[in-house]
């Protein structure tokens, strides 16, 4: 096919500019490239976790405290004379996260404190008593579910065994909670 010498020229300076730079990132070393790959599934999780970051349990928690301690403010400066609306503009102003105000300072550190004094180790111990105690059960309504099918009903062997593994979960269950509570309130 003919182009003019316009196109030509246009194609030629378009190629010489775009060529270095295909080179140049074709040339990258394996570790350039990994950076640059990781770099991606970075911001790629990054994205991911910020949906959960807003929903998660603590988000949550922290917006019902937030509410609490605004309500609280709001309610101290209309006791000191504003109106309400002028009341929740300065409790904005002054709560929020990027305000250099004492309160905003406040709440940081109310923050800062929680998740510095948080445990990991406390959720996995919760957890693992949680799932110790419902084996426990379950082993135990087994054990009672054969013990009362063939003694008590050996006619309903399969209803018995369900029925006490049932309650034997449901057992696991409750002293799981038990436990979870104690837990908590030692903490």
Same mark, same amino acid.
């Given at each position: 096919m003919n182009f003019s010498e316009e196109t030509k020229d246009s194609i030629r300076r378009?190629? !010489?500019? &775009? /060529?270095? !730079?295909h080179l140049s990132s074709a040339e990258l070393s394996y570790f350039e490239q990994l950076g640059r790959k990781s770099g991606q599934t970075k911001e790629k999780l $990054?994205? &991911?976790m910020a949906k959960f970051k807003l929903t998660s349990d603590q988000t949550m928690e922290a917006r019902d405290d937030l509410t609490l301690y605004m309500s609280d403010y709001v309610a101290d400066l209309m006791e000191q004379g504003h109106t309400e609306k002028e009341a929740l503009r300065l409790a904005? &102003?002054?709560l929020a996260s990027d305000s250099q105000s004492d309160q905003a300072a406040d709440l940081q550190d109310k923050y800062m404190r929680y998740y510095l004094d948080r445990?990991? /180790?406390v959720d996995e111990t919760i957890g693992l008593y949680y799932a110790g105690f419902l084996m426990l059960? $379950? =082993? $135990?309504?087994?054990v009672g579910g054969i013990f009362l099918a063939l003694y008590v009903f050996p006619d309903r062997f399969w209803p018995s065994l369900i029925f006490t593994s049932l309650l034997g979960v449901l057992a696991g269950l409750a002293c799981?909670? $038990?436990k979870? /509570? +104690?837990? =908590? +309130?030692?903490k």
């Open positions: 378009f190629a !010489r500019e &775009q /060529a270095g !730079r $990054l994205k &991911q904005k &102003q002054a445990d990991p /180790a059960g $379950l =082993v $135990l309504g087994i799981g909670m $038990l979870h /509570a +104690s837990t =908590v +309130s030692k």
